[in-house]
């Protein structure tokens, strides 16, 4: 019995279909090849090797989808493999493969896999388990492994989608089958091209893909971005987790006294370089009604003495010691006298009328529990960081910030707000995510507004707490974030809040 469809399309001439094919006639399972001929107007048939082996259908399609879809219906096999081009398989690694797709009953499998240089460089590519993750740009690698039963049974991909038919497929079947990773290379990759990327930018988030490293997502074409945000947001209303209910205004009485208008709180740990040029930029703005909350978590190289220099009474040092961002941003939260805590990082700068445009702001919108405004990007210098421009967030609202990686900088909350969500967790996201899972939190409840004007400058260099994290961290913390916001979505929704 064939156990594996492997398709190949063939897009130009000087691919290396052959090479493909060698690659597959290298393993020891039941195959059999299908070379779609996707050439605009092929004056000739390619000259395949083993013949016997492959069938040659001159046929182009109008998008993956299609492809895909032509592929399974072509098929003989058990399981569908869509081959992009250079990629080669790794036949000593496919051996247990079946006994794996069989004996765990997976639906969709992915795997490691290698990159291989324009030297002959191998690198491995470490991919992570699933876990029911519900953005885009978890990486599946570059292929992935379907059961055609499944394919049948969920009617296939979307011919409509140019370039989302396989992450909404994944959306509307992750639920109900396994998605299986094997922690073993089965293929490599030619790179034919080397991207350089900036590393304090290729580490932002998840794993950065692209040239723009973990930025690269805001860089989405117009049409793409659509796209993926209506696959997306077709997957919340499926799923009871869409909400269209309208916000309320944050309740205030006659009993709310402030003794400042702003709180600033800085969490700060050995950043004795920064935190004087982070200040004075508050400092020297237009806005004067303010007090800056500097928690300390251990710092041991001259941050504190540091901090001590600063001759204003509006900056107060906290000597905190404690193990987590999230500890010391709440330990700011609790002792500020401010009615709104505005966000700002060690290492970052305010520009001159960012707390004037935020409190005019907030002061005018009262269903608003947080306003972000729009941020640049700079390198340790304060120089700005070429090619960026200017990062506004626009894809967001309050359900594709599910989707997406955040919301922005700077965040400017009221006070009140933050404590009736209880402050940021401490258990769950106590170094990575506590800003995020605190906006979707905000999010489901009041308005999570943009202000459409630079007002933060986002320090980027290879020592920034976030670079640090480890990967797997910054993968599974947002994905538990989601993951605890689309259950308390589809309660709201249960519950009948319209």
């Not at 205004?249 to 700060?268: A, G, K, S, W």
């Not at 251990?298 to 009474?313: A, C, F, L, M, W």
């Not at 999570?448 to 630079?454: A, L, N, P, Q, S």
């Amino acid at each position: 019995m064939t156990q594996f469809s492997f398709i190949i399309p063939y897009y130009e001439e000087n691919q290396r279909i052959n090479d493909q094919i060698k690659s597959i006639l290298s393993l020891n399972v039941e195959f059999e090849i299908i070379v779609f001929d996707e050439r605009h107007n092929p004056a000739n048939a390619p000259e395949l090797i083993h013949e016997e082996k492959s069938r040659y259908i001159k046929r182009a399609h109008r998008n993956r989808a299609a492809l895909f879809n032509d592929g399974y219906a072509e098929a003989k096999g058990i399981y569908l493999v869509v081959l992009p081009p250079d990629i080669e398989l790794i036949a000593e690694n496919w051996n247990t493969v079946k006994d794996v797709l069989t004996n765990e009953n997976a639906a969709i499998l992915y795997s490691d896999y290698v990159n291989i240089d324009g030297d002959k460089n191998e690198k491995g590519v470490k991919l992570w388990p699933f876990k029911n993750n519900i953005d885009e740009r978890f990486s599946l690698g570059y292929f992935r492994i379907y059961r055609i039963s499944t394919l049948k049974s969920y009617n296939g991909f979307d011919e409509h989608l140019f370039h989302a038919e396989e992450y909404d497929f994944r959306l509307r079947v992750q639920d109900k089958v396994k998605v299986l990773h094997l922690d073993k290379s089965l293929y490599k990759s030619i790179i034919r091209e080397v991207t350089e990327v900036d590393p304090a930018l290729s580490k932002l988030h998840a794993p950065g893909e692209g040239a723009k490293g973990g930025f690269s997502y805001l860089f989405y074409s117009q049409e793409m971005e659509r796209e993926l945000e209506q696959v997306f947001i077709n997957f919340l209303k499926r799923t009871g987790c869409y909400l269209s209910q309208r916000n309320k205004e944050i309740p205030y009485t006659e009993n709310d006294n402030f003794e400042c208008m702003v709180t600033i709180v800085i969490p700060i740990l050995n950043r004795k370089r920064f935190i004087k040029n982070t200040v004075n930029r508050v400092l020297g703005g237009t806005f004067a009604d303010f007090e800056i909350l500097i928690v300390d978590n251990g710092s041991n190289d001259g941050t504190q003495d540091e901090v001590r220099s600063i001759p204003d009474s509006r900056v107060r040092l906290i000597q905190h010691d404690g193990t987590c961002i999230a500890e010391a941003l709440n330990r700011g939260i609790n002792e500020a006298r401010g009615k709104y805590i505005a966000q700002l990082d060690s290492d970052d700068e305010y520009v001159p009328h960012t707390l004037e445009s935020m409190v005019n702001y907030m002061e005018s919108h009262p269903k608003c529990g947080l306003a972000i405004s729009y941020y640049d990007l700079i390198d340790i210098d304060s120089n700005p960081i070429s090619g960026m421009g200017i990062i506004k967030h626009l894809e967001y609202n309050r359900n594709n910030i599910l989707r997406v990686d955040g919301a922005g900088a700077l965040r400017f909350f009221h006070k009140k707000v933050l404590q009736e969500f209880g402050l940021y967790n401490v258990e769950d996201f106590g170094n990575f995510g506590e800003d995020y899972d605190m906006v979707l939190k905000i999010s489901e409840k009041y308005d999570v507004d943009r202000v459409h004007e630079i007002l933060y400058r986002y320090r980027r260099h290879e020592d920034n707490t976030d670079v640090q994290r480890p990967t797997a961290m910054k993968v599974y913390n947002k994905n538990n974030a989601r993951q605890d916001a689309l259950k308390r979505r589809f309660a709201l929704n249960q519950n009948g809040s319209k």
